[in-house]
């Protein structure tokens, strides 16, 4: 199995032996390779990438915040 087989989303009959190995390598969890193969929904980050999605969102949050208050003092002013 490659990753090119993975992605191709080809309708497999039986797990391929190699795909725990897959898994390891990608740095996916357990299982996350099977549920690929059946064409579930999934997402998976790792938890870099998780702890930087929500920076990213908490520093989005906070600008919009201060860009209400801005807004609010405006139109009260």
Do not use: C, F
């Amino acid at each position: 199995m490659t990753l090119q087989g993975i992605e191709s989303g080809i309708q497999r009959k039986r797990v391929p032996p190699s795909l725990s190995r897959m898994e390891k390598a990608l740095g996916w969890p357990v299982g996350h390779g099977i549920t690929v193969l059946r064409g579930e929904a999934v997402t998976y980050m790792s938890p870099d990438d998780r702890d930087e999605a929500v920076r990213q969102l908490v520093q989005q949050a906070a600008l919009a915040v201060a860009a209400a208050n801005t807004m609010s003092g405006l139109a009260g002013g």
